[in-house]
Nanobody, 124 residues
Framework: QVRLVESGGGSVQAGGSLRISCRTS????????VGWFRQAPGTKREGVAV???????NYADSVKSRFTISQNVARDTVYLQMNSLQPEDTGMYYC??????????????????WGQGTQVTVSS
């Protein structure tokens, strides 16, 4: 069973930084892409960043210069470092593991496992 547990969310002021974590097994990270997605109230969930089996990374254009996805496989963890946070970054952040996608940040629903999410709130 693929399990993912997010942590590290919180409230910060605009311009601040936050690092959130996704704990998932070594086996998951070695066999599946692991990514971060977010959803703000009234909006659809969107892809933020992903790291693939070979270490390749992809980012949404809106966060590419500000966010960094990294992993420490030995610690069963994938991180998302978020800098220069803006109110538009507010939302529930979910970690996902997936084995197939139509494009890197668009996983196929039947090939995806999700965590429960961690809330990130950025105030102006």
């Amino acid at each position: 069973q693929v399990r993912l547990v997010e942590s590290g969310g919180g409230s910060v002021q605009a311009g601040g930084s936050l690092r959130i974590s996704c704990r998932t097994s070594i086996s998951t990270q070695r066999t599946m892409s692991v990514g971060w997605f977010r959803q703000a109230p009234g909006t659809k969930r969107e892809g933020v960043a992903v790291v693939h089996i070979d270490g390749t990374r992809n980012y949404a254009d809106s966060v590419k210069s500000r966010f960094t996805i990294s992993q420490n496989v030995a610690r069963d963890t994938v991180y998302l470092q978020m800098n220069s946070l803006q109110p538009e970054d507010t939302g529930m952040y979910y970690c996902a593991a997936y084995s197939a996608y139509s494009s890197p940040l668009y996983p196929l629903p039947d090939k995806t496992y999700w965590g429960q999410g961690t809330q990130v709130t950025v105030s102006s």
